[in-house]
């Protein structure tokens, strides 16, 4: 155990460095392996009262929008805005710079309430607070380069070495999709059978987790979770459709597996029923669905003030799923993050990090969000957008919708 003297010797030489950081000491950005020259903040004296917000871009890249945001100092800050449809963000991001022109981009938690509380019609639905998302990682990804720093050490400083993540050889997941759900023996055991298939993949002591996508009625996946009980699976996420709390309550009084919820939910104010109820055992929210980086701290300091874990939700290129590493990284109460690496197009993003074979993900290095976007290979991909289309993966075989 470090005694009292290691600790704040520890501390001192943190401090140290943060002063190095923030333009006190020339050794900061050399030693965090930053070359000055390719960094235009390393020459703004001033980070505090001259920088300015001049320009908002917005690019369509698949399903997903890039965002650019441009200072007067040179400094750029990128995020991503996910899960939205394209065009409509490309739109919302180009009329909220209107509350962004002139401002200082350091002022991160300000500028996240002048946006989200700019308009009470629109407040805490997807369209705002997706593209509240990627504004907000790109004003870390600036303040982060400023005070040459990456953007976990703005947030506290890492709680961890390495991060897990999954998918990897030893953690997987198994997930249910839309179909006539009517609670057969057959189809319970369809189930059971993946669920087996999963565990004996990654042997006794991997992770298998059961995605319901919503998609299950509470009857059948209670039953469901009865029988997979003896898989030792470390979650079943989204067991149901977000909006009634009872449900929710009557899944956890029958199941005895936890449970993963708050995908879908995009502030704090989502979060507290699931909390106050005893609903949530795992908080798998969405850095790119939350408003970004600001919110989803938030939602990891209230959960774990009642000893619940996030195990962040990610389906966003390298860009995005960097921005919830950092956060990720600089919380007490985290469980696990989810990343596929091939929603990313080759030669997009690069990422100062990597999995090692074992499925933890190390700490970023760099400042800002300690990754690079190629804009011309951005602009080739925005040459070929994505045709706008509603997803149909739910219409069943009589003709009806079902939840997903």
């Known amino acids: 155990m470090t005694n009292r003297r290691d600790w704040l010797t520890s501390v001192g030489a943190f401090a ?25 903040a390393a020459n703004v004296t001033d980070r505090t009262t001259s920088i300015k917000i001049t320009k908002l871009t917005a690019t369509p890249v698949m399903r997903k929008v890039f965002l650019k945001m441009e200072t ?6 990128w995020g991503e805005i996910d899960q939205l449809e394209p065009y409509v963000a490309t739109a919302l991001v180009k009329s909220l710079f209107e509350l962004l022109d002139g401002e200082n981009p350091t002022r991160i938690e300000h500028l996240w309430q002048k946006i989200y509380r700019s308009h009470r019609d629109m407040r805490g639905g997807p369209f705002m607070t997706h593209t509240l998302a990627g504004i907000d990682m790109a004003l870390w990804d600036i303040t982060g380069k400023l005070w040459g720093v990456p953007v976990y050490r703005l947030l506290g400083g890492p709680t961890r070495d390495k991060l897990r993540f999954y998918p990897t050889p030893n953690a997987t997941k198994v997930g249910a999709g839309p179909q006539p759900f009517s609670g057969t023996p057959q189809q319970i055991d369809g189930f059971v059978k993946s ?12 992770i298998v987790m059961f995605d319901a996508h919503c998609a299950l009625p509470p009857p059948f996946l209670i039953q469901l979770a009865a029988a997979i009980k003896p898989y030792d699976l470390l979650y079943i996420e989204e067991p149901a459709v977000p909006g009634n709390i009872e449900v929710f309550k009557r899944l956890k009084q029958h199941i005895n597996i936890p449970l993963a919820v708050g995908e879908q939910a995009r502030t704090i104010w989502e979060v507290i029923p699931y909390l106050q109820e005893g609903c949530a055992d795992i908080l798998q929210v969405d850095c790119a669905h939350t408003g970004g980086i600001t919110q989803l701290r938030k939602i990891a300091i209230l959960g774990e003030a009642y000893h619940v874990p996030i195990a ?4 966003t290129t390298d860009l995005g799923a960097t921005a919830s590493l950092h956060c990720s990284a600089a919380v007490p109460f985290f469980l696990i993050h989810e990343y596929y690496p091939s929603i990313s197009p080759p030669g997009l993003v690069t990422k100062n990090w990597s999995i090692d074979k074992d499925g933890y993900a190390s700490l970023p290095q760099g400042v ?33 919708i079902a939840d997903y």
Not at 383 to 396: F, Q
């Open 16 to 40: 140290a460095g943060g002063l190095a950081a923030a333009g006190f000491g020339p050794g900061m950005n050399e030693a965090l392996g930053v070359d000055d020259s390719t960094n235009p």
């Open 368 to 400: 800002g969000l300690c990754c690079e976007v190629n804009e011309a290979k951005l602009e080739e991909l925005a040459k070929n957008p994505a045709k706008p289309e509603w997803p149909t993966r739910g219409r069943l075989p009589d003709g009806s």
């Open 195 to 206: 669920i087996e298939n999963a565990r004996k993949q990654v042997g006794p002591d991997g």
């Open 312 to 315: 962040p939700h990610c389906v």
């Open 72 to 77: 007067n100092h040179g400094v750029t800050g």
